[in-house]
């Protein structure tokens, strides 16, 4: 027996002359897109890509050590890509740092007196609650950002030295090579007004203990240190001078 309650469907995107009409006169919702497939396109050949200088800038650490073998051929590339890789590895050198990290007793010889040999450590001893050790945290963590060759710790005073005095704190100590280099007692040893700058110059006034890795030399850092400080200290007699005159 027939099934009467058949009813047609046309191909997927098609239209019959009905519908056409039907939606010229509104009764139909606009008749959808047929859909089409986006065109295929197969995967680069890795062997096909042109082997040029963005070529190497795309690659990993661990993909410039791979492709060692694959430029034998090409003296140009090869040295791009060890210099590549040399940049690489001292970006890690550099953003090893970068703030002021806690440390306890246990780890000060590790972290400080093992510290590699040409990395300088500045040490702050300190203890919470003292506004003088607050004020020194406050100007290290800024120069630990913008000199993050240089490591920066803090510790608690009587966890690196049983029964220290607190009349000594903030404590800073500088060490280089397993050694002491310099030591600041107290936060008046760094001017009558504590700031980033002033405590750059005074690290930096026998040794070149601040580095951000960039500079090249030690004598461009010091020089960028004064530069920074002699700015600070003309900005603020402008200031106080534009105070006076506003206040006549």
Not at 14 to 36: C, E, V, Y
Request: aromatic share 8%; net charge negative; glycine share 6%.
């Amino acid at each position: 027996m027939a099934d009467y309650h058949f009813v047609y469907k046309d191909v997927e995107g098609a239209s019959t002359q009905w519908d056409d009409i039907q939606r010229k006169l509104g009764n139909l919702p606009p008749k959808p897109p047929a859909f089409k497939p986006d065109p295929f396109e197969p995967a680069p050949d890795p062997d096909t890509v042109p082997k040029d200088k963005s070529w190497i800038d795309e690659k990993t650490e661990e993909e410039l050590e791979e492709i060692e073998d694959d430029l034998d051929d090409d003296r140009f590339l090869e040295e791009y890509r060890k210099k590549r890789l040399a940049e690489m590895r001292e970006a890690v050198k550099i953003s090893k740092y970068g703030s002021v990290m806690p440390i306890s007793g246990s780890d000060f010889v590790r972290e400080v007196s093992q510290a590699p040999q040409d990395v300088w450590v500045v040490v702050i001893l300190y203890k919470e609650g003292f506004l003088e050790c607050g004020l020194l945290l406050q100007c290290l963590e800024e120069l630990a950002v913008k000199y993050p060759a240089t490591k920066f710790v803090k510790i608690i005073s009587t966890d690196c030295i049983p029964n220290y005095p607190d009349c000594n704190l903030p404590t800073l100590l500088v060490y280089n090579n397993g050694a002491v280099k310099a030591n600041y007692v107290g936060l008046h040893s760094f001017g009558h007004r504590c700031t980033p700058e002033g405590v750059a110059l005074v690290l930096c006034q026998s040794d070149p203990v601040l580095n951000d890795g960039q500079s090249g030399s030690n004598a461009s850092v010091l020089e960028g240190v004064r530069k920074r400080f002699i700015e600070k200290v003309v900005t603020e007699h402008e200031d106080h001078d534009d105070d006076g005159s506003s206040s006549d």
